[in-house]
């Protein structure tokens, strides 16, 4: 049975397993799938009791959520989407994001956005997105248009949540997009005491994009970390560095582990995940769905990686740091 929670100060009880069109996958798209295919693998999810919906106009994925809504009483999802804040070099003025915003819904074919996130806002962006389209969006928000203003991280280049730990000490944010993952936990230091304070709901991404679906990068992670003096050296010398999860008792696998290492984390609200696959869907809401990892794995994880910064977050573009 999906588990439910409340994000944060919002009041929106949503499924702790997310649904995100983006990523590698683009909800199939990506491998050929067609809209319409794509728009069923988002009713399968919804099925499988996954409420809650993020997507963004780069990912092209707009349209397989209004195809899928079209069969949804709309109530029942968590609908996320989100708008540039500066790219190619060019800040985007209120205006443009209000367009885009406006754009959304005519693409998604609903009349509010559940969550609106401000995308991949990098430390140099934040005074602006704070005091030149904070104000916008409150004004949308007061015509019914959103009903929560969020903000994502880029953890790509900002892997110690310096846009988030300024963005703590400001009311407007009801919802982050943070980056954790087993070997990048900074965010228990540096956001979730403050959050969970404070009311603000977090979603996550990366828990598994894209270091833990190549098991043999983790491996050569291991090595160059190991050459580094950044991890234990026992680490660098096997092809299995995180076999000891798998054990009676422990994770099936290593993606099941990543899982739920970070459902469980204390201050996470949803955890996204992406999909092109019916199959794939249902062994990650089943991973999401299972315990917390054995204490003793959790503290050696903690013990072993906590300290990293960094490692293992890739865009879908390609390589990021």
Known sequence: MMQYTTLGRTGLRVSVAGLGTGGF???????????????????????????????????????????????????????????????????????????????????????????????????????????????????????????????????????????????????VWEVFMVGFHMMHQGARQNVFPVSREKGIGTLLMFAVRSIFADPPRVAREMRALAAKGLVEPWLGETDDPLGFLVHEGGAADMIEAAYRFARHEPGVDVVLFGTGDAEHLRSNVASLLKPPLPAADRAKLAALFGHLQGIGLDSHQGRGR
Not at 29 to 52: I, M, P, Y
Not at 58 to 87: D, F, I, N, Q
Not at 89 to 102: C, F, H, I, N, Y
Request: hydrophobic share 40%; glycine share 8%; with cysteine.
């Open 25 to 171: 996958s683009r909800m199939g798209l990506k491998s050929g799938k067609t809209e319409d295919e794509a728009a069923c693998l988002v009713l399968d999810a919804v099925e499988l009791g996954v409420n809650f919906i993020d997507t963004a106009p780069p990912y092209g994925t707009e349209g397989v959520v209004g195809k899928a809504l079209k069969s949804l009483p709309r109530e029942s999802v968590v609908v996320a989407t989100k708008s540039t804040v500066h790219r190619n070099g060019e800040w985007w003025s209120p205006e443009r994001v209000v367009a885009s915003l406006d754009n959304s819904l005519r693409v998604m074919g609903t009349d509010y956005i559940d969550v609106f996130n401000l995308h991949a806002v990098e430390p140099q962006m934040y005074d602006y997105a704070l005091n030149t389209l904070a104000p916008a969006l409150l004004a949308q928000k007061e015509k019914g248009k959103i009903g929560h203003i969020g903000l994502t991280e880029n953890p790509i280049v900002d892997f110690t949540n310096e846009t988030l730990k300024r963005a703590l000490q400001d009311e």
